[in-house]
């Protein structure tokens, strides 16, 4: 089988699919070189291929990690699009940009959130925009939250 480029390529092939009678040619027990190459190639191959899955998992993982900054870049894509791609009269079509975007939010995840910013104080409370604090009162009335100035 190596005596000829295509057929020791063909044989390797072979091998490398399961077939251990790809190396007829050769005895086995007065070759040891023979033998301690099979075995270190096909230990090798199970360590490589560990690597591989493992590394599959991570990129997963880091995947489901990065689903924050995939949504910024996909908002600042979508941004540039609009802005230098889009005619006038495309960017005025109400299909395409509504007017008001409705968002699902959790409720849990939202109390937890706002409770959060309220503690750490990120929430200015004086606002000079009053359609800004009707949401935010809104917000707070519909969640059940009490406002931090009452709270004092």
Sequence with gaps: MFTDYRTSLFSMYLYLTGNPN????WEFKNNAPIDILMVSFS????????NLLIGLLNIAIQRDNNRVS?????????????????????RRWKTWFPDVIYYHAN???????????????????????LE?????????????????????
């Design 22 to 25: 790809a190396l007829p040619n």
């Design 43 to 50: 230990l090798l191959i199970a360590v490589y291929l560990m």
């Design 70 to 90: 995939y949504l910024l870049q996909k908002a600042t894509i979508l941004s540039e699009i609009e802005l230098f791609y889009l005619l006038p009269n495309q």
């Design 107 to 129: 409720i849990d995840k939202s109390r937890r959130k706002i409770k959060e910013i309220n503690k750490d104080g990120e929430w200015k409370y004086d606002t000079e925009f």
């Design 132 to 152: 800004i604090r009707k949401m935010r009162e809104n917000l707070l009335k519909k969640l059940n939250i009490r406002d931090r100035r009452q709270q004092k």
